[in-house]
């Protein structure tokens, strides 16, 4: 009799033991703005987004047209969309951007006050650019993306280094990858795209690395859990084997 107890207590004694990422829905009365990378859509963060949603928050999608446009375009694009969701709201709000999302984030926040801000979470954000844009500056492919990308490379007059510091909870999650591009282009650890040096930010208050692409970062079911576990709690889950 005690050896059956023991055998169905087992389980739930090592759930006990370890951080969990809980999926179950708490975000009541809490409003998450989710940006999409450069390139994408709202499409592309849907899966993101739908698991916020079962997770308890209300979730807004913001998309814009990156492509071929100057940031000063994209961020008053994104700046009035926000601003138009937030004379409504009176919850708390929180943020969290995938790749150049992260950077729209930065610049709103940099530049706006919302007084019932939350947390923000960055994935895969170039927080410190990257240096494929530094290699390809000068390509012709480059130059057809537009000037935004063009503004996303490691050195000081850059878009990503000429924004502030964060005064709210920042929570980085950064990719990892190892495929052939990840470890033949760049030297660093990255993702792809971005170094996981480059996804750290100055006053972040946690950090962590989930082995996935920087494009598979936004479906990856590991990050969306502890997108939901920074929201709540202001940090990552450090889950260990028992």
């Not at 997770?55 to 969309?81: C, K, L, M, N, W």
């Not at 708390?92 to 926040?109: A, C, P």
């Not at 924004?163 to 920042?170: A, H, I, R």
């Amino acid at each position: 009799m005690i050896a059956r107890l023991l055998l169905v207590l087992a389980p739930l004694l090592i759930a006990c033991s370890k951080p969990q990422l809980s999926s179950e829905k708490n975000g009541a009365n809490e409003v998450v703005f989710v940006l999409h990378g450069f390139g994408d859509n709202k499409a592309g963060i849907w899966p993101l987004a739908s698991r916020l949603e079962d997770a308890g928050f209300t979730v807004y999608r913001i998309g814009y047209t990156s492509i071929g446009r100057t940031p000063e375009e994209i961020q008053r694009d994104v700046y009035e969309q926000i601003q138009a969701k937030l004379k409504t709201e009176s919850r708390t709000v929180h943020f969290v951007g995938h790749s150049f999302g992260g950077l729209l984030i930065r610049s709103f926040l940099s530049n706006h006050s919302v007084r019932t801000l939350g947390r923000v979470v960055l994935i895969g954000t170039p927080n410190k650019g990257t240096a494929l844009v530094d290699m390809y500056h000068d390509s012709w492919w480059m130059k057809i993306l537009g000037k935004t990308a063009m503004s996303l490379g490691t050195d000081s007059a850059s878009l990503p280094n000429s924004l502030s510091d964060p005064y709210y909870p920042v929570g980085v999650i950064a990719g990892l990858s190892d495929g052939l591009f990840a470890t033949h282009i760049m030297s660093d650890p990255n993702d792809n795209v971005v170094p996981v040096e480059s996804a750290s930010l100055d006053g972040m208050a946690d950090m962590i690395v989930i082995r996935s692409s920087h494009a598979m970062l936004r479906f990856d079911r590991e990050v969306s859990d502890q997108t939901i576990t920074f929201l709540r709690s202001g940090s990552f889950a450090r889950i260990t084997d028992p």
